[in-house]
Structure formats: structure tokens, C-alpha cells
């Protein structure tokens, strides 16, 4: 009579990191969201998330900050099916470069990097 088991800790560990990166995506994209100035709110709501390398979306100035973190959270819950994803934030207004650099007394400058900084350290 022999006794076998298997110990394999892969099917474990992919499932936290999956679980980790789908958490860290939701908490950055909720930060970056309520960070970003406000004017019109275009701004806010044009945060899109995709769970692949390129997250490119059409402008909709009519899209608010809610629907924008309802979308992503939607989105990145595609992820699951994915081993080791990887999620990609984008905005694609032709000033969100400009909002992150400081153009608004809103926000201070570099609100995107401030905001994975401190889900990294959380």
C-alpha cells in the first residue's frame, strides 16, 4: 500500500496574484478617478480600464466619474480568467497630461503617480 499527494502551490499562488492585481487595479482607479479636477468632469469619467496591455477608448464627454469606476470595476473583473494579468488605466483627453503635470490648483502635480504610491504602500 503506498500513499501519494501532490503538493503543487501554482494553481494557489496564480489565484492570489490574480487576486492582487484585480484589487490594486480597483483601488488605483478609484484614487485616480476622485483625484483628477474637475471643471465639466470629462476629465474623470474618460479613466478607462482594460485587462490587457492597451485600454484604448474613445473620448466621452458625457461619461461621469461613477460610470467610470463602475466600467473598470466590470472590466477588471474580465481578469479573472486570466492567470497573471495585466490591467492598463488610460484617459485619452488630449489634457490629462496636462492635468497631471499641475495645470489645476485641484490636484497636485503627478495626482496619477501619487495615487499608485499609495496603494503600494497600503
Sequence with gaps: MSFEKS?????DMQEEVNQ???ATA???????????PVDSG???GNWFVAPS????RSQDESRRAG???SQGSINVDKAKVIKYPTITLSNNLP???RLNTGYSDQAPAKFVE??????ERS
Design 7 to 11: 503538493l503543487s502551490v501554482l494553481d
Design 20 to 22: 492582487e492585481v484585480r
Design 26 to 36: 480597483l483601488n488605483v482607479l478609484r484614487l485616480v478617478v476622485f483625484a483628477t
Design 42 to 44: 470629462a476629465a474623470r
Design 53 to 56: 496591455s492597451t485600454a484604448n
Design 67 to 69: 460610470e467610470a469606476i
Design 95 to 97: 489634457y490629462i497630461e
Design 114 to 119: 501619487l495615487a499608485i504610491q499609495r496603494v
